[in-house]
């Protein structure tokens, strides 16, 4: 019986379907040449958790990142994705178009660099409108409606909507590409160092922000940060990278306050206190 | 007496990998059982390795060896081998945590720090903030400061956004880091007041107070945590 034959046979007797992981990611590598990007990476990703991958540059984060999320072909290894109906699919055994409708539709990806997200040159509002177009949406007037609510909820006047981002700041930017990315409501988003470049105060608004959405959303989030702060304040579970492999996983907290590998405890015995 | 968490042969070492892998033993042996509508006190000097015990209970310390089960959702779990999200779940639901020092978000108003545990759970925004309403009027926290993230607040006032945010669920396990070090005399009895609450409602406590009044008046029986000093325990 597949998945989906068993899930419909437990609806059928009243059984709610027991919660399975959204993200199913086993021994991942990427090798660039004779140099390892990451190695052997393996982590389940459960809906509506947010996990912080963090170490310092060069540790394999991003590629990590890139690898989980279909944008960079991994060496080996797999990683498996549950789709709305419940089946988990292995993203590089799809066809492409289908990967591409669930990059567009269930998933997000929120850039460091908010220029890699947005379209610097169309309006605000259009850079929101774009994504619900992408899925079907032809309503001009829903779209927009659609567009100046999400504005809303990441703190962007009304009146900017038909501006175009190049006049935006580097946070309004970063709340923008936000909104961008969440408005077709998907399950699932990725983050690359999403408050990188930010100054202080703008940087605690926008995790403020993210906070919010994410728990009211019930999103599950894969978040690539430097910043062991902003992985402590979003994240209920971390892993921490060197050198491309995983050194040590778990509870974000307990890998803050009682970290076991040497090259953890250096890093939290990094952090500046103010 | 209904037992609701039981703590056996728990043992913690810090090995500090920044001076040369040299190992701190904290504690071995951590041996003891909390009881629904009773408040236990971890007693001992300072160093002997009371947070320490707390903070395994909680999941925030991994621990060595040993395991800590506790009564979750009718059914007995290992808090020391349980995956992180088993732990967060047991939060949530099981055990609760009022901390020495509150971990202030930025922009974060103190009505929803104290709100967040039930927000967790589901419960509906406005009703959760009347519950953080009614327990900052009982703590005395000026209704000025509602509104306001906690970071700026003297330390007593942060403390008693912490006793809130503790004490606003019906978490049946109960964990207490000095929740009174910064508090004055009225604000004491009140926390005196809540913790006898939560023993009548049937709650497990178990509280580090080095204030004696405030000992003497919630301790049902003392654990003296020197029994379990690292070192004494191997012998």
């Not at chain 1, 919010?212 to 971390?238: E, K, P, Q």
């Not at chain 2, 033993?25 to 509508?37: D, I, Q, R, T, Y």
């Not at chain 2, 589901?122 to 000025?144: D, H, S, W, Y």
Request: aromatic share 4%; proline share 4%.
């Amino acid at each position: 019986m597949s998945d989906a034959d068993t899930l419909e046979a437990l609806a059928k007797a009243g059984i709610p379907a027991p919660v399975k992981p959204l993200l199913t990611v086993e021994k991942l590598t990427r090798v660039y040449g004779k140099r390892i990007g990451c190695a052997d990476v393996s982590f389940d990703l459960w809906p509506g958790e947010v996990l912080a991958i963090v170490g310092e540059s060069g540790s394999g984060k991003t590629t990590l990142l890139n690898c989980i999320s279909s944008r960079l072909t991994p060496t080996c290894g797999t990683v498996h994705y549950r789709m709305r109906d419940g089946v988990s699919a292995d993203i590089y055994k799809m066809a492409e178009a289908e990967r591409r409708y669930l990059m567009r539709t269930d998933w997000g990806f929120v850039h460091q660099n908010p220029i890699d997200g947005l379209r610097m040159t169309v309006s605000a509002g259009a850079n929101v409108g774009e994504r619900l177009m992408a899925v079907g949406n032809r309503h001009y007037g829903n779209i927009r409606g659609a567009a100046i609510e999400w504005l809303a909820r990441v703190e962007i006047d009304e009146d900017r909507v038909d501006d175009q981002p190049r006049t935006f700041s580097g946070g309004m930017r970063q709340r923008l590409q936000i909104a961008r990315n969440l408005v077709t409501e998907p399950r699932l988003v990725f983050m690359d160092e999403p408050t990188g470049g930010l100054d202080v105060s703008v940087q605690a608004r926008l995790l403020d922000l993210l906070r919010g959405l994410v728990s009211d959303l019930g999103l599950a989030v894969v978040v690539v940060t430097h910043d062991l702060a902003v992985a402590r304040l979003l994240s209920d579970r971390m892993i921490v990278m060197k050198e491309g492999r995983v050194i040590e996983a778990g509870l974000t907290d307990r890998v803050l306050d009682d970290p076991r590998a040497p090259y953890t405890q250096l890093l939290v015995s990094s952090i500046l206190q103010v | 007496m209904n037992t609701l968490l039981v703590a056996s042969e728990v043992k913690k070492t810090f090995i500090m990998h920044m001076r040369g892998g040299v190992e701190l033993p904290v504690v071995a042996n951590v041996s003891f059982s909390l009881k629904a509508g009773a408040c236990a006190v971890l007693g001992g000097p300072s160093g002997v390795g009371k947070s320490s015990i707390l903070k395994m209970l909680y999941g925030n310390y991994g621990c060595d060896s040993g395991q800590i089960l506790v009564q979750h959702h009718g059914r007995h779990v290992d808090v020391a081998s349980a995956s992180p999200r088993l732990v967060l779940e047991i939060r949530r639901d099981t055990i609760g945590y009022v901390s020495q020092f509150l971990r202030a978000v930025p922009r974060v108003s103190a009505l929803d720090v104290a709100a967040e545990p039930l927000l967790i759970r589901g419960v509906e925004r406005e009703a959760a903030r009347e519950q953080a309403r009614g327990l900052f009027k009982e703590l005395n926290l000026p209704e000025k400061l509602w509104s306001l993230p906690p970071a700026t607040f003297s330390g007593g006032e942060q403390q008693r956004v912490n006793i809130a945010r503790g004490f606003i669920t019906d978490h049946p396990i109960l964990l207490l880091d000095e929740p009174t070090a910064s508090l004055d005399a009225a604000n004491r009895e009140v926390v005196i007041d809540l913790i006898a609450r939560k023993k009548a409602e049937g709650a497990a406590l178990l509280g580090i107070f080095h204030d004696l009044d405030v000992r003497n008046a919630v301790a049902d029986h003392v654990i003296d945590v020197s029994a379990f000093a690292a070192g004494k325990a191997a012998a």
